[in-house]
């Protein structure tokens, strides 16, 4: 029992040693993604929620390419684009007529809406990730949105 209770002692400090020697938790790696430089090209099908696409930025010179994901829900809340909230409501019995977007790699975002115009609910849920990929695209303004309205991973 003796010999267990030692060899967990030492395996323990190696590893908090190892750890400590790498410096494992003193490094991260950031993403970048200049909105203003960025277009994404829509790969998203009708009735889809999810978007994705290639987002190309300039780092010091260098383009370098990001996968971007979201995902796109149509909810009750309406809202000019652009705006932000930390939660969006759907209902059962209809009326989900805005669609919102969030980005969900390589950060994570609020959601945002994507055009201020509403849709009838059906229209809504057929187009709205169709939509969230084209905003990305096309309006720097939303791109601004999405990309400042990301959450602080420490006060979550």
Do not use: H
Request: proline fraction near 3%.
């Amino acid at each position: 029992m003796r010999k267990i209770a030692f060899i967990c002692i030492v395996a323990g400090g190696l590893v908090s040693g190892w750890n400590a020697a790498l410096g494992a938790s003193n490094y991260s790696v950031g993403v970048p993604l200049n909105p203003s430089k960025c277009v994404i090209t829509p790969d998203s099908d009708m009735y889809s929620i999810d978007w994705k696409g290639p987002c190309t930025s300039s780092v010091n010179g260098v383009s370098v390419d990001v996968l971007v994901v979201g995902i796109g829900m149509c909810a009750v809340e309406t809202g000019e684009i652009g705006d932000v909230a930390d939660v969006i409501n759907t209902s059962d019995s209809g009326g989900n007529k805005t669609c919102w977007c969030r980005m969900i790699s390589p950060w994570l975002s609020k959601w945002v809406v994507a055009y201020s115009t509403t849709y009838a609910q059906d229209n809504c849920y057929e187009n709205c990730a169709q939509s969230c990929a084209s905003a990305m695209n096309s309006n720097s303004t939303f791109r601004r949105a999405i990309t400042d309205a990301l959450f602080n991973a420490v006060s979550l």
